[in-house]
Nanobody, 115 residues
Framework: QVQLVESGGGLVQPGGSLKLSCAVS????????MGWFRQAPGKQRELVAT???????NYADSVKGRFTISRDNAKNTVYLQMNSLKPEDTAVYYC?????????WGQGTQVTVSS
């Protein structure tokens, strides 16, 4: 079992920044990769960024150059630094952990970009 708890969401003006955190607990050794996804009202959940145990990263085209995913193994935490935020980044952001057999999700944290 893996447990994920997100934090760091909130209201920010366009052009601003936020840093999301995902605290990971449980059988951490079973995790192959971690990621952030988001879901806007009326839309499907979409990939934002992923990071493997080896540190390889992948980003959606819509966030490349603005968002950075990272991990602190000592703190068992994965981060998503979001810069130059746009109104279209407004969504609930979910942390995901992928093992060989299962996919785990956090409860989500709301990010709202509005003036």
């Amino acid at each position: 079992q893996v447990q994920l708890v997100e934090s760091g969401g909130g209201l920010v003006q366009p052009g601003g920044s936020l840093k999301l955190s995902c605290a990971v607990s449980g059988i951490i050794s079973s995790i192959a990769s971690m990621g952030w996804f988001r879901q806007a009202p009326g839309k499907q959940r979409e990939l934002v960024a992923t990071i493997t145990t080896g540190g390889s990263t992948n980003y959606a085209d819509s966030v490349k150059g603005r968002f950075t995913i990272s991990r602190d193994n000592a703190k068992n935490t994965v981060y998503l630094q979001m810069n130059s935020l746009k109104p279209e980044d407004t969504a609930v952001y979910y942390c995901n952990a992928l093992t060989k057999r299962l996919s785990y999700w956090g409860q989500g944290t709301q990010v709202t970009v509005s003036s």
